[in-house]
């Protein structure tokens, strides 16, 4: 219908989507859509009314009115169809759609029903809305409104308000939206349109296809031009965006809002405003700018405004969007041409009527107008050349509405990026245009400036830009930056005089920079760079160019003019040429990776290709223009460069203006840099030599300006820390830029410059922030690509020999420079001497600032360790992976510039965090399962030796045990020289990582020679350093990995990754046992996983950001996957096999060194001692192999030194060779096997026996048994298997005892393993565990070193379970079996006999004494070997027992022990020990009084068990102690469960009474456990001696427990016929014993007659009393509480019960006689006992109580009157003499003299 009055639709206006970007999210974002429909005759009410009425489904019925309605609405389209009226809207709140969607399932339909009813509208296309927000501009204000990630919704719109007329404005627009989100809404009333719309709202794909801009530009990817495209909306931002334009955009916005033609005369209802764009005044000079809105073309040449019926001041909401041109003139203007539009159709009136007119002019003294307008609006056309006025100028004989009043209200919006609309920037850019196109006068605003004070006026409009809108600034700030900088280049030409604005310019760039620092801080990288001006130096700044006819490089045309000057400053100097499309000049930008082969490619290599083909005279581009100029200025002008301007400048600038550029000085910097390498590259000086290429005036002025500021570093750190961090850091990245174009040997002297201020202020003043400075300076400096290079690697301070050092080379080396020098020049390359730092400087600095950080002195600097360490840590990391240095001989030189760090973590050895610690405590966890001291004096040995031995050591006295000692020991030392901080275990770490990393990149012949040099102390540590390493690299298993906090993890993981090639399988086999070329170690290419990012300009901080992503990662997903552990466990185990090997390379060099000098023992020894460290740490069978490997190597070649001097370490050895026969991977056992035969065999070779070996061995496995969870046996068989077969067959020993020694030896070990199968079998039964250990350590009775050694596996199985006190018992029985032999072997007085010195200790002690018949002689090879038989491996066992003692609570039990070690402390004089010893038992005494009454130590039960299934422990009986306060139910419990377990739920039973079992009576096929507790039994002799508590419980071998029973079998009766049944139990030894149940070897039992119970519950009653009487202080509640049950009681049984049973009759038996008066007695003592208790209550009780106090004594007097006749009746009979009295005391005391004190 609508066909006539539309053109071809273009495509652009079929759109069906749009992109919303929302810059600024917040919860008031709507999306309001209104309807229009053509225009009709009618208002809008009316018009609306059938859609409100007619509904679908009554179709039928109102057939004619709806034929009537189509047949209107026909003719109405025909003559109207132009027009359009405003009908409905409808608004969506965004937020609630996004939060909603959120949180729904994906696509979810969203019924939005604005009001309740429904209905369906069909007319109108679906339409979808995408958010996007763009992510330069996000801000943190409103968290809640992401638009990024919401779930697409679909909406379905069912109802539309009616548009009122008379409310168009946004005005009432906005109302509506607040009424909207108000829960009671007035929107309810508003009568609705039913209709239906679909809208999907989705965020906004990454890359829309078909996607049109607000220009109508299509976007890439743009497949199809035929498809409905999706249309990007402009947006006007809440706030302002600061975004520099970088694409052209000039588009104009015209919002008509309201007309007010109520005073005009005349007919004008229906007013529509048609508006054009006219560049003049006749019709047809309206362009085709305005863009079409929906199915019509793109652009038109007029829009009309929607028409309100009747209205003669109508509002609008229009909006029309018009594409502005390019450049303006003053003919260009806006005109509005009002029209009356008649609806009805009359005779002779016209469809439109004219009404009035009005227009804007759209420039104003050359600048755009914008903004709102309230415009005149004349009544008949405007007359000529009005378009140059604006409409508020009366022109003269013109007709306007209302008197000329503004009637008319528009806005206008501009958004563009050619208008800058702020003054200030329009000023500047005017007169820089004016220059350039030298046209004078000109005309600025209302000023027209001439050429004569032109000069004043740039000057003031430069620094008027200080005063300009920011927005505007970073809008424009590019082309704002081009311009100054071509001010400061070519400085303009006034009248004839250059004007040097390079100080303006200069100025104000500092003052820009630092706004857009200080209010956009957010977009500023973490070098404090912002990112507007970092991508402006990156992408933007280029040299200007000087080329008259070239095209104009950048935006805003800084194409070349003849106004400006073009010879150099100094000479005459070619200009630089233009360049049309350069990459990045400045080699700081993150964005540039690759690794260029020469120094200066890398600037080719950023430049890329070159702009023009050179011409030869570089001079003839420029000849016209200067004579030109020449003739115009009668003088050749200046051309400046860049840089140059830009140095001198700052150097020359001071106060704000200096300050400004220090504040920003990263931008100047990289400026600088960048405009050099321009330069360099334009001029063709790139190959010329650096020394020529700049001026010296130039690099006076860098050198000033590094000096200076330098010194502004030093000395503001403390006040403004922040400024001078980016300061340091600017300059760093400075100077490193500089390496790659300027003279090196320049650079380095301004790096020491800069270096000495630094050390200056630092000498004066130790400040580790300044400290902290010099290091970020310096780790940006060495992250120069060229570092290796910079450093002169291939000069040598020695004479080089040859370029790789062969054999033949190596040996001439060593013979023929010999000399003293050659040796001064070793020891250079090792230390940080002169020659050193002055050859490699850089290398140089970065070692004296580890060394001076790491000085155990230099307290200050501890803060600081981990910084440096990663320093130096991130510099070898990229050497390592650094394709470049690839070859080992290369990687040998590189190696060669860090030889010092060496010494310098020798140094530090003694702050080192201690990896070794972990392995010092008792029953190490894990396969290892030993504890792994040191060896030599550390007295380091046999297994799980219980003491940890540092502190055996340390407490134990000397640290110099043996007479070959090692000069310094790190193990015991480190305690003492603890008193620095010492490293946090990841410094350490990534230290060790650079000490084996240039060990083993090093030249091995090198290493030789320095070795030499050392002195013995030296290379202890060295190897002691070593020693760590093993310890600090140990593998340690995925299950670590599991449980490890993230600290650990990304320790060195490129340093790792790398790693992980070189091992996997490149390592070769070895040529010969010992001398093993490095050269096998190589690495294969793809070992530099980590590497690619290494050549990154930026790599200095790589670790710092990529920690930090690291943590972020780990809070979002805390749980790593089971694939990533596998890997990192897989790098953990690769690290370990590469160090271990590295440093088991460098021992060999040791040994090569050392095996020739005089003090090789103590060396080897410590070699040794770190083989047997590394062996005990878990390792990779590739490790283990070589390392057995050089264990044999190193005992065939030194077999005394094991067998004479090292004798402990020979004990280590033969636990780390057995350990290893038994692991489960074949080739270890092989390697494993074959040492441990060559190690007998050598033993034999030497004294044709291996007692020792043999003793050693048996010695090692009873400890494995005793301590290895995870021992396996079979394995462990296999391996005997082969030390038998290669004894039998070993040709050269046949004929000696060897074989046969051989056998003996195996034969011995079998059984030991026997042992360990039943171990393995009762693994869960404590008890039966314990036993077991018992029975082998008896049967060693003749063998002391194996007893020792299963005294301590049963020591460390009671730690394990917290019995303390029987650990301290086999400690104790540990040192007094030392103690026998000891007494033998040294005849000391101050030393113990024997046992018999511990018998106060323990009575079980005596059972270790050495009297029997087979004792062994002490003097016997092999025997008592082992280090506890010494005196102080007899103090450690003492000192040990003390401390487990202490933790059990018997500190009286410490005092004893204490007594044994004071006298041979004194002996020593050694008071350090004597006052710890003292302290000690200070605290021990101290905690018997502070404790008394609360230590518990233990319960104890009788244990009964019965059954055939039980095997051997079949009808045995024991006292099990139990922890204190176990209850019958749990002992029963855990019994239970255990052997229900064991045999089966139903096959247990525990027996639930205490009577003597009867063995026929129970089941034959169930095991039986009967449990009783059993308390303490003293006789009454033995209760003078035990006292106290602790008496009452030390050293026990009799309880007691109390049966009840009647005669007739029940267990309780009444109390005429109640027995009680006491059996008292004896065990075999007391407790606490070394285990913790123990046989009882005899039972008595003592039965007591019912009026013996009596006395005993009346003596006990009346001793409650007494107790409760005088306890101090009185506790009323206790006496009332037993008053109560003595007096109050009416209970059965109850004493008055007792004394009218037994004492109303005299017996009949005169053997009674007795008991009858004794209870007559104790009940004469009760009733005293009571009145006195009552006394005593009265006076502790309040007014409160009276009552019951009286209650209390009534109760007492009816108790006393009816026990007066009773107890006063005596038995005549027992005051005769009676000859039978004798025999009547023997059984009353016989039967009840036992137990009267219960």
Same mark, same amino acid.
């Given at each position: 219908?609508?066909?006539?009055?539309?053109?071809?639709?273009?495509?652009?206006?079929?759109?069906?989507?749009?992109?919303?970007?929302?810059?600024?999210?917040?919860?008031?974002?709507?999306?309001?859509?209104?309807?229009?429909?053509?225009?009709?005759?009618?208002?809008?009410?009316?018009?609306?009314?059938?859609?409100?009425?007619?509904?679908?489904?009554?179709?039928?019925?109102?057939?004619?009115?709806?034929?009537?309605?189509?047949?209107?609405?026909?003719?109405?389209?025909?003559?109207?169809?132009?027009?359009?009226?405003?009908?409905?809207?409808?608004?969506?709140?965004?937020?609630?759609?996004?939060?909603?969607?959120?949180?729904?399932?994906?696509?979810?339909?969203?019924?939005?029903?604005?009001?309740?009813?429904?209905?369906?509208?069909?007319?109108?296309?679906?339409?979808?809305?995408?958010?996007?927000?763009?992510?330069?501009?996000?801000?943190?204000?409103?968290?809640?409104?992401?638009?990024?990630?919401?779930?697409?919704?679909?909406?379905?719109?069912?109802?539309?308000?009616?548009?009122?007329?008379?409310?168009?404005?946004?005005?009432?627009?906005?109302?509506?939206?607040?009424?909207?989100?108000?829960?009671?809404?007035?929107?309810?009333?508003?009568?609705?349109?039913?209709?239906?719309?679909?809208?999907?709202?989705?965020? =906004?794909?990454?890359?829309?296809?078909?996607?049109?801009?607000?220009?109508?530009?299509?976007?890439?990817?743009?497949?199809?031009?035929?498809?409905?495209?999706?249309?990007?909306?402009?947006?006007?931002? *809440?706030?302002?965006?600061?975004?520099?334009?970088?694409?052209?955009?000039?588009?104009?916005?015209?919002?008509? %809002?309201?007309?007010?033609?109520?005073?005009?005369?005349?007919?004008?209802?229906?007013?529509?405003?048609?508006?054009?764009?006219?560049?003049?005044?006749?019709?047809?000079?309206?362009?085709?700018?305005?863009?079409?809105?929906?199915?019509?073309?793109? +652009?038109?040449? /007029?829009?009309?405004?929607?028409?309100?019926?009747?209205?003669?001041?109508?509002?609008?909401?229009?909006?029309?969007?018009?594409?502005?041109?390019?450049?303006?003139?003053?003919?260009?203007?806006?005109?509005?041409?009002?029209?009356?539009?008649?609806? %009805?159709?009359?005779?002779?009136?016209?469809?439109?009527?004219?009404?009035?007119?009005?227009?804007?002019?759209?420039?104003?003294?050359?600048?755009?107008?914008?903004?709102?307008?309230?415009?005149?609006?004349?009544?008949? &056309?405007?007359?000529?050349?009005?378009?140059?006025?604006?409409?508020?100028?009366?022109?003269?004989?013109?007709?306007?509405?209302? !008197?000329?009043?503004?009637?008319?209200?528009?806005?206008?919006?501009?958004?563009?990026?050619?208008?800058?609309?702020?003054?200030?920037?329009?000023?500047? +850019?005017?007169?820089?245009?004016?220059?350039?196109?030298?046209?004078?006068?000109?005309?600025?605003?209302?000023?027209?400036?001439?050429?004569?004070?032109?000069?004043?006026?740039? &000057?003031?409009?430069?620094?008027?830009?200080?005063? #300009?809108?920011?927005?505007?600034?970073?809008?424009?700030?590019?082309?704002?930056?081009?311009?100054?900088?071509?001010?400061?280049?070519?400085?303009?030409?006034?009248?004839?005089?250059?004007?040097?604005?390079?100080?303006?310019?200069?100025?104000?760039?500092?003052?820009?920079?630092?706004?857009?620092?200080?209010? @956009?801080?957010?977009?500023?990288?973490?070098?404090?760079?912002?990112?507007?001006?970092?991508?402006?130096?990156?992408?933007?700044?280029?040299?200007?160019?000087?080329?008259?006819?070239?095209?104009?490089?950048?935006?805003?045309?800084?194409?070349?003019?003849?106004?400006?000057?073009?010879?150099?400053?100094?000479?005459?100097?070619? =200009?630089?040429?233009?360049?049309?499309?350069?990459?990045?000049?400045? !080699?700081?930008?993150?964005?540039?990776?690759?690794?260029?082969?020469?120094?200066?490619?890398?600037?080719?290599?950023?430049?890329?290709?070159?702009?023009?083909?050179?011409?030869?005279?570089?001079?003839?581009?420029?000849?016209?223009?200067?004579?030109?100029?020449?003739?115009?200025?009668?003088?050749?002008?200046?051309?400046?460069?860049?840089?140059?301007?830009? =140095?001198?400048?700052?150097?020359?600038?001071?106060?704000?203006?200096?300050?400004?550029?220090?504040?920003?000085?990263?931008?100047?910097?990289?400026?600088?840099?960048?405009?050099?390498?321009?330069?360099?590259?334009?001029?063709?000086?790139?190959?010329?030599?650096?020394?020529?290429?700049?001026?010296?005036?130039?690099?006076?002025?860098?050198?000033?300006?590094?000096?200076?500021?330098?010194?502004?570093?030093?000395?503001?750190?403390?006040?403004?820390?922040?400024?001078?961090?980016?300061?340091?850091?600017?300059?760093?990245?400075?100077?490193?830029?500089?390496?790659?174009?300027?003279?090196?040997?320049?650079?380095?002297?301004?790096?020491?410059?800069?270096?000495?201020?630094?050390?200056?202020?630092?000498?004066?003043?130790?400040?580790?922030?300044?400290?902290?400075?010099?290091?970020?300076?310096?780790?940006?400096?060495?992250?120069?690509?060229?570092?290796?290079?910079?450093?002169?690697?291939?000069?040598?301070?020695?004479?080089?020999?040859?370029?790789?050092?062969?054999?033949?080379?190596?040996?001439?080396?060593?013979?023929?420079?010999?000399?003293?020098?050659?040796?001064?020049?070793?020891?250079?390359?090792?230390?940080?001497?002169?020659?050193?730092?002055?050859?490699?400087?850089?290398?140089?600095?970065?070692?004296?600032?580890?060394?001076?950080?790491?000085?155990?002195?230099?307290?200050?600097?501890?803060?600081?360790?981990?910084?440096?360490?990663?320093?130096?840590?991130?510099?070898?990391?990229?050497?390592?992976?650094?394709?470049?240095?690839?070859?080992?001989?290369?990687?040998?030189?590189? *190696?060669?510039?860090?030889?010092?760090?060496?010494?310098?973590?020798?140094?530090?050895?003694?702050?080192?965090?201690?990896?070794?610690?972990?392995?010092?405590?008792?029953?190490?966890?894990?396969?290892?399962?030993?504890?792994?001291?040191?060896?030599?004096?550390?007295?380091?040995?046999?297994?799980?030796?219980?003491? #940890?031995?540092?502190?055996?050591?340390?407490?134990?006295?000397?640290?110099?045990?043996?007479?070959?000692?090692?000069?310094?020991?790190?193990?015991?030392?480190?305690?003492?020289?603890?008193?620095?901080?010492?490293?946090?275990?990841?410094?350490?770490?990534?230290?060790?990582?650079?000490?084996?990393?240039?060990?083993?990149?090093?030249?091995?012949?090198?290493?030789?020679?320095?070795?030499?040099?050392?002195?013995?102390?030296?290379?202890?540590?060295?190897?002691?350093?070593?020693?760590?390493?093993?310890?600090?690299?140990?593998?340690?298993?995925?299950?670590?990995?599991?449980?490890?906090?993230?600290?650990?993890?990304?320790?060195?993981?490129?340093?790792?990754?790398?790693?992980?090639? =070189?091992?996997?399988?490149?390592?070769?086999?070895?040529?010969?046992?010992?001398?093993?070329?490095?050269?096998?170690?190589?690495? #294969?290419?793809?070992?530099?996983?980590?590497?690619?990012?290494?050549?990154?300009?930026?790599?200095?901080?790589?670790?710092?950001?990529?920690?930090?992503?690291?943590?972020?990662?780990?809070?979002?997903?805390?749980?790593?996957?089971?694939?990533?552990?596998?890997?990192?466990?897989?790098?953990?185990?690769?690290? *370990?096999?590469?160090?271990?090997?590295?440093?088991?390379? $460098?021992?060999?060099?040791?040994?090569?060194?050392?095996?020739? $000098?005089?003090?090789?023992?103590?060396?080897?020894?410590?070699?040794?001692?770190?083989?047997?460290?590394?062996?005990?740490?878990?390792?990779?069978?590739?490790?283990?192999?070589?390392?057995?490997?050089?264990?044999?190597?190193?005992?065939?070649? +030194?077999?005394?030194?094991?067998?004479?001097?090292?004798?402990?370490?020979?004990?280590?050895?033969?636990?780390?060779?057995?350990?290893?026969?038994?692991?489960?991977?074949?080739?270890?056992?092989?390697?494993?096997?074959?040492?441990?035969?060559?190690?007998?065999?050598? !033993?034999?070779?030497?004294?044709?026996?291996?007692?020792?070996?043999?003793?050693?061995?048996?010695?090692?496995?009873?400890?494995?048994?005793? $301590?290895?969870?995870?021992?396996?046996?079979? +394995?462990?068989?296999?391996?005997?298997?082969?030390?038998?077969?290669? *004894?039998?067959?070993?040709?050269?020993?046949?004929?000696?005892?060897?074989?046969?020694?051989? %056998?003996?030896?195996?034969?011995?070990?079998?059984?030991?393993?026997?042992?360990?199968?039943?171990?393995?079998?009762?693994?869960?039964?404590?008890?039966?565990?314990?036993?077991?250990?018992?029975?082998?350590?008896?049967?060693?009775?003749?063998?002391?070193?194996?007893?020792?050694?299963?005294?301590?596996?049963?020591?460390?199985?009671?730690?394990?379970?917290?019995?303390?006190?029987?650990?301290?018992?086999?400690?104790?029985?540990?040192?007094?079996?030392?103690?026998?032999?000891?007494?033998?072997?040294?005849?000391?007085?101050?030393?113990?006999?024997?046992?018999?010195?511990?018998?106060?200790?323990?009575?079980?002690?005596?059972?270790?004494?050495?009297?029997?018949?087979?004792?062994?002689?002490?003097? /016997?090879?092999?025997?008592?070997?082992?280090?506890?038989?010494?005196?102080?491996?007899?103090?450690?066992?003492?000192?040990?027992?003390?401390?487990?003692?202490?933790?059990?609570?018997?500190?009286?039990?410490?005092?004893?022990?204490?007594?044994?070690?004071?006298?041979?402390?004194?002996?020593?004089?050694?008071?350090?020990?004597?006052?710890?010893?003292?302290?000690?038992?200070?605290?021990?005494?101290?905690?018997?009084?502070?404790?008394?009454?609360?230590?518990?130590?233990?319960?104890?039960?009788?244990?009964?068990?019965?059954?055939?299934?039980?095997?051997?422990?079949?009808?045995?009986?024991?006292?099990?102690?139990?922890?204190?306060?176990?209850?019958?139910?749990?002992?029963?419990?855990?019994?239970?469960?255990?052997?229900?377990?064991?045999?089966?739920?139903?096959?247990?039973?525990?027996?639930?009474?205490?009577?003597?079992?009867?063995?026929?009576?129970?089941?034959?096929?169930?095991?039986?456990?009967?449990?009783?507790?059993?308390?303490?039994?003293?006789?009454?002799?033995?209760?003078?001696?035990?006292?106290?508590?602790?008496?009452?419980?030390?050293?026990?071998?009799?309880?007691?427990?109390?049966?009840?029973?009647?005669?007739?079998?029940?267990?309780?009766?009444?109390?005429?016929?109640?027995?009680?049944?006491?059996?008292?139990?004896?065990?075999?030894?007391?407790?606490?014993?070394?285990?913790?149940?123990?046989?009882?070897?005899?039972?008595?039992?003592?039965?007591?007659?019912?009026?013996?119970?009596?006395?005993?519950?009346?003596?006990?009653?009346?001793?409650?009393?007494?107790?409760?009487?005088?306890?101090?202080?009185?506790?009323?509640?206790?006496?009332?509480?037993?008053?109560?049950?003595?007096?109050?009681?009416?209970?059965?049984?109850?004493?008055?019960?007792?004394?009218?049973?037994?004492?109303?009759?005299?017996?009949?038996?005169?053997?009674?006689?007795?008991?009858?008066?004794?209870?007559?007695?104790?009940?004469?003592?009760?009733?005293?006992?009571?009145?006195?208790?009552?006394?005593? !209550?009265?006076?502790?009780?309040?007014?409160?109580?009276?009552?019951?106090?009286?209650?209390?004594?009534?109760?007492?007097?009816?108790?006393?009157?009816?026990? %007066?006749?009773?107890?006063?009746?005596?038995?005549?009979?027992?005051?005769?003499?009676? @000859?039978?009295?004798?025999?009547?005391?023997?059984?009353?005391?016989?039967?009840?003299?036992?137990?009267?004190?219960?």
């Amino acid at each position: 219908m609508l066909r006539p009055h539309i053109q071809t639709a273009a495509i652009s206006t079929l759109a069906r989507s749009a992109i919303f970007s929302i810059s600024y999210p917040s919860q008031d974002v709507f999306l309001v859509i209104k309807l229009e429909k053509v225009l009709q005759q009618g208002d809008i009410g009316e018009c609306a009314e059938p859609y409100m009425v007619f509904k679908e489904s009554d179709a039928a019925k109102n057939k004619e009115k709806l034929e009537k309605l189509r047949g209107q609405s026909e003719q109405f389209c025909q003559r109207l169809g132009r027009y359009r009226m405003p009908f409905a809207w409808t608004a969506i709140h965004l937020m609630n759609i996004v939060n909603s969607a959120g949180s729904l399932e994906r696509d979810t339909e969203l019924e939005m029903s604005l009001t309740e009813r429904k209905g369906s509208w069909s007319e109108r296309r679906n339409s979808s809305i995408m958010g996007r927000r763009s992510l330069e501009r996000t801000t943190s204000g409103d968290e809640s409104c992401s638009l990024t990630g919401f779930r697409p919704a679909t909406l379905t719109i069912t109802n539309f308000f009616k548009q009122e007329g008379d409310r168009l404005s946004d005005e009432d627009l906005y109302k509506f939206l607040a009424d909207m989100r108000r829960p009671s809404s007035v929107l309810r009333r508003l009568r609705p349109i039913t209709a239906q719309l679909k809208l999907d709202i989705s965020p =906004a794909p990454e890359n829309p296809h078909y996607c049109l801009t607000p220009d109508l530009l299509q976007v890439k990817p743009y497949p199809d031009s035929r498809v409905r495209p999706t249309r990007e909306i402009l947006e006007f931002p *809440a706030r302002d965006v600061y975004v520099p334009n970088t694409k052209y955009r000039n588009l104009l916005y015209v919002n008509p %809002q309201s007309l007010n033609f109520a005073n005009r005369q005349g007919s004008a209802r229906n007013i529509t405003v048609k508006v054009q764009f006219m560049n003049g005044e006749d019709p047809s000079n309206a362009m085709p700018v305005i863009f079409g809105k929906s199915s019509c073309a793109d +652009f038109a040449k /007029e829009a009309y405004t929607a028409v309100v019926y009747h209205n003669r001041s109508p509002d609008f909401h229009d909006e029309i969007k018009i594409k502005l041109p390019a450049s303006l003139s003053d003919h260009h203007h806006i005109l509005f041409t009002f029209y009356h539009v008649s609806c %009805q159709q009359k005779q002779n009136t016209p469809l439109e009527t004219p009404v009035g007119y009005t227009w804007i002019p759209m420039l104003q003294n050359g600048r755009v107008r914008t903004g709102h307008f309230c415009l005149p609006v004349s009544l008949e &056309k405007p007359p000529q050349s009005y378009s140059v006025l604006s409409p508020d100028v009366p022109l003269p004989g013109m007709k306007w509405v209302d !008197n000329h009043r503004g009637v008319f209200n528009v806005e206008v919006v501009t958004a563009s990026t050619i208008h800058t609309q702020d003054q200030y920037l329009d000023k500047f +850019f005017a007169l820089v245009h004016a220059l350039d196109e030298h046209m004078f006068p000109v005309r600025i605003g209302d000023m027209r400036i001439m050429e004569n004070n032109l000069e004043a006026e740039l &000057k003031s409009s430069i620094a008027a830009l200080n005063s #300009s809108q920011l927005e505007p600034v970073v809008r424009f700030l590019h082309l704002l930056l081009d311009k100054l900088v071509l001010m400061v280049v070519r400085p303009p030409v006034i009248a004839g005089q250059i004007v040097n604005l390079g100080q303006a310019s200069f100025e104000v760039m500092a003052s820009i920079v630092n706004r857009l620092h200080k209010y @956009l801080d957010t977009s500023q990288d973490m070098h404090g760079r912002n990112g507007l001006l970092s991508s402006y130096i990156h992408y933007v700044f280029r040299l200007p160019s000087t080329d008259p006819n070239s095209p104009s490089p950048g935006p805003g045309g800084l194409g070349g003019s003849v106004h400006y000057a073009t010879m150099a400053r100094s000479a005459v100097r070619p =200009a630089s040429l233009n360049l049309n499309r350069s990459r990045s000049l400045s !080699n700081s930008n993150p964005d540039i990776s690759g690794t260029p082969t020469s120094p200066d490619d890398e600037v080719r290599a950023i430049i890329g290709s070159k702009a023009m083909e050179r011409c030869g005279n570089r001079m003839s581009s420029h000849t016209e223009s200067a004579s030109f100029l020449q003739t115009l200025t009668g003088r050749l002008p200046t051309k400046k460069l860049f840089h140059e301007e830009l =140095a001198l400048q700052w150097v020359v600038s001071s106060g704000s203006v200096r300050e400004g550029a220090l504040q920003q000085a990263w931008f100047f910097f990289e400026l600088m840099v960048k405009s050099i390498i321009h330069h360099l590259y334009f001029t063709d000086r790139l190959e010329s030599p650096r020394k020529n290429r700049f001026p010296e005036r130039f690099m006076d002025d860098i050198t000033a300006l590094v000096s200076t500021i330098a010194g502004d570093i030093v000395s503001r750190f403390q006040k403004d820390l922040e400024l001078v961090e980016r300061l340091n850091t600017s300059l760093a990245f400075f100077l490193n830029d500089l390496l790659s174009v300027m003279d090196r040997g320049f650079v380095f002297t301004l790096i020491r410059a800069y270096w000495k201020q630094v050390s200056t202020k630092l000498y004066a003043l130790q400040n580790p922030t300044l400290e902290s400075l010099r290091l970020d300076f310096l780790r940006i400096v060495c992250s120069h690509e060229h570092y290796v290079t910079l450093n002169l690697p291939c000069s040598l301070l020695t004479p080089p020999a040859s370029p790789s050092p062969s054999v033949s080379s190596a040996t001439s080396q060593s013979s023929g420079f010999s000399t003293h020098v050659q040796d001064q020049k070793i020891a250079n390359m090792f230390e940080l001497s002169v020659p050193f730092r002055e050859q490699h400087f850089l290398a140089g600095l970065v070692l004296s600032e580890l060394s001076v950080i790491l000085d155990p002195d230099n307290e200050g600097m501890f803060s600081l360790h981990k910084k440096v360490v990663s320093v130096v840590h991130n510099l070898l990391s990229s050497h390592d992976s650094d394709p470049r240095y690839a070859d080992p001989e290369v990687k040998a030189r590189v *190696a060669m510039l860090y030889l010092p760090l060496i010494g310098i973590v020798m140094e530090t050895l003694t702050q080192l965090h201690d990896f070794t610690e972990s392995h010092n405590q008792w029953g190490r966890p894990g396969p290892q399962g030993a504890a792994m001291g040191g060896g030599g004096e550390e007295a380091e040995g046999d297994g799980n030796s219980m003491i #940890s031995q540092t502190v055996a050591m340390a407490i134990a006295g000397t640290s110099t045990p043996t007479p070959m000692s090692r000069p310094s020991s790190f193990l015991l030392n480190s305690q003492a020289s603890r008193q620095h901080g010492s490293f946090s275990a990841e410094s350490s770490r990534s230290l060790l990582i650079c000490l084996l990393w240039v060990l083993k990149n090093a030249d091995e012949m090198v290493l030789q020679k320095w070795f030499t040099d050392l002195s013995v102390s030296q290379l202890n540590r060295l190897l002691d350093l070593l020693y760590l390493c093993v310890s600090c690299f140990e593998y340690k298993g995925k299950k670590a990995f599991e449980r490890m906090n993230s600290l650990t993890f990304k320790k060195s993981k490129d340093m790792k990754a790398k790693l992980e090639e =070189a091992i996997l399988g490149s390592i070769g086999a070895r040529q010969e046992m010992v001398r093993r070329s490095r050269g096998q170690l190589e690495r #294969s290419p793809s070992g530099s996983a980590f590497g690619s990012q290494e050549n990154l300009r930026w790599r200095k901080d790589m670790t710092h950001w990529r920690q930090n992503s690291e943590k972020m990662d780990k809070s979002h997903r805390s749980i790593r996957t089971r694939a990533e552990l596998e890997h990192e466990a897989l790098i953990d185990g690769n690290l *370990a096999t590469e160090a271990n090997i590295i440093i088991l390379d $460098t021992l060999e060099i040791i040994v090569q060194t050392v095996s020739v $000098t005089e003090s090789k023992e103590s060396i080897l020894g410590g070699v040794l001692k770190v083989l047997l460290h590394s062996m005990a740490c878990n390792q990779s069978a590739l490790y283990l192999q070589h390392c057995f490997a050089t264990q044999r190597a190193l005992v065939s070649k +030194f077999p005394e030194l094991l067998f004479e001097e090292e004798t402990e370490q020979c004990a280590d050895l033969c636990l780390r060779l057995l350990r290893s026969c038994s692991s489960s991977i074949s080739t270890i056992r092989a390697h494993a096997s074959a040492s441990l035969y060559l190690l007998m065999r050598q !033993n034999f070779e030497i004294g044709n026996n291996f007692a020792r070996v043999k003793m050693q061995v048996t010695i090692s496995l009873s400890s494995l048994v005793g $301590t290895s969870q995870n021992f396996n046996e079979e +394995f462990l068989r296999r391996s005997l298997k082969t030390i038998l077969t290669y *004894a039998e067959e070993d040709l050269e020993l046949r004929e000696t005892t060897f074989p046969d020694q051989v %056998q003996d030896l195996v034969f011995n070990l079998h059984m030991i393993l026997s042992d360990t199968v039943k171990m393995k079998e009762h693994q869960e039964d404590p008890e039966m565990l314990i036993d077991l250990m018992y029975r082998i350590a008896k049967g060693y009775q003749t063998s002391p070193d194996l007893r020792l050694t299963w005294l301590q596996n049963m020591a460390g199985k009671h730690s394990e379970r917290n019995n303390h006190a029987e650990a301290a018992q086999c400690l104790v029985h540990s040192a007094a079996l030392v103690a026998e032999y000891l007494s033998m072997l040294e005849d000391r007085k101050y030393l113990p006999v024997g046992c018999v010195t511990f018998q106060n200790v323990s009575s079980n002690v005596l059972e270790e004494s050495a009297v029997s018949d087979d004792v062994v002689s002490p003097d /016997e090879e092999g025997i008592c070997s082992g280090k506890y038989f010494t005196e102080i491996g007899f103090v450690g066992l003492l000192e040990q027992a003390a401390a487990s003692f202490s933790m059990a609570g018997m500190y009286e039990a410490v005092n004893e022990v204490y007594k044994v070690l004071i006298p041979i402390h004194e002996a020593n004089r050694d008071a350090k020990k004597l006052a710890t010893i003292h302290g000690k038992l200070q605290e021990a005494f101290g905690k018997i009084v502070h404790q008394d009454g609360k230590r518990m130590f233990g319960t104890y039960f009788r244990v009964g068990i019965y059954g055939s299934k039980f095997g051997d422990l079949d009808e045995q009986e024991f006292v099990y102690k139990e922890p204190a306060i176990t209850k019958l139910a749990e002992i029963s419990h855990r019994l239970e469960g255990f052997y229900g377990e064991r045999f089966g739920e139903d096959q247990v039973e525990v027996i639930k009474d205490s009577n003597p079992v009867d063995k026929c009576k129970l089941d034959p096929n169930k095991a039986f456990v009967q449990i009783t507790y059993v308390e303490p039994y003293f006789d009454t002799y033995e209760m003078k001696d035990r006292i106290t508590y602790f008496d009452k419980n030390y050293n026990l071998r009799r309880f007691v427990y109390c049966t009840p029973f009647t005669l007739d079998g029940r267990a309780h009766g009444d109390l005429h016929e109640q027995f009680k049944r006491k059996t008292i139990l004896t065990t075999s030894h007391a407790f606490p014993y070394i285990k913790t149940r123990i046989n009882i070897i005899h039972k008595e039992e003592i039965i007591s007659t019912p009026i013996e119970v009596a006395i005993e519950d009346m003596q006990k009653k009346t001793q409650e009393l007494a107790f409760a009487t005088h306890q101090d202080p009185s506790d009323a509640k206790m006496l009332q509480m037993v008053l109560q049950g003595s007096v109050g009681t009416t209970v059965n049984q109850g004493p008055l019960e007792v004394a009218q049973v037994f004492l109303s009759d005299i017996p009949s038996d005169p053997k009674l006689y007795r008991h009858h008066n004794k209870l007559r007695l104790c009940f004469k003592d009760f009733t005293k006992r009571c009145e006195d208790a009552l006394r005593k !209550n009265k006076s502790l009780i309040g007014p409160d109580q009276k009552e019951y106090q009286r209650e209390l004594e009534r109760n007492y007097h009816r108790l006393k009157e009816a026990l %007066q006749p009773l107890i006063n009746r005596k038995i005549p009979q027992l005051y005769k003499p009676v @000859l039978q009295v004798n025999s009547h005391r023997d059984s009353f005391s016989r039967i009840s003299l036992r137990k009267l004190d219960i």
